[in-house]
């Protein structure tokens, strides 16, 4: 059973920053992809920032150039490094892990999505 946890979250005036943390638990065997995702009142939740197994990290075009994401992986760790933060920022931030679960002897797998509860970042104007 894996879970996870988010952390981080708060309010912070525009212009400001905040790191989010998320901390990955449980039988992980393979990590496809570590990530965060929001979603704001009113609207769908999207993707915000990802880090793909051996790939390279993706944003969301609000996103570039002032959020970082980074992990460490051997803790099963993800981070959301957010700078220069803006009201429109303001939302419900969920980490993401979808991992591969070996579910026999044989090698069969299936890849799952864990969300955590969520963390919320409000940025006032």
């Known amino acids: 059973q894996v879970q996870l946890v988010e952390s981080g979250g708060g309010l912070v005036q525009s212009g400001g920053s905040l790191r989010l943390s998320c901390a990955a638990s449980?039988?992980?065997?393979?990590?496809?992809?570590m990530g965060w995702y929001r979603q704001a009142p009113g609207k769908q939740r999207e993707l915000v920032a990802t880090?793909?197994?051996?790939?390279?990290?993706n944003y969301a075009d609000s996103v570039k150039g002032r959020f970082t994401i980074s992990g460490d992986v051997a803790k099963n760790m993800v981070y959301l490094q957010m700078n220069s933060l803006k009201p429109e920022d303001t939302a419900v931030y969920y980490c993401n892990l979808n991992h591969r679960r070996v579910i026999n002897v044989e090698g069969a797998y299936r890849d799952l999505e864990v969300w955590g509860q969520g963390t919320l970042v409000t940025v006032s104007s």
């Open positions: 449980g039988n992980i065997f393979s990590i496809n992809s």
């Open positions: 880090i793909p197994r051996g790939g390279s990290s």
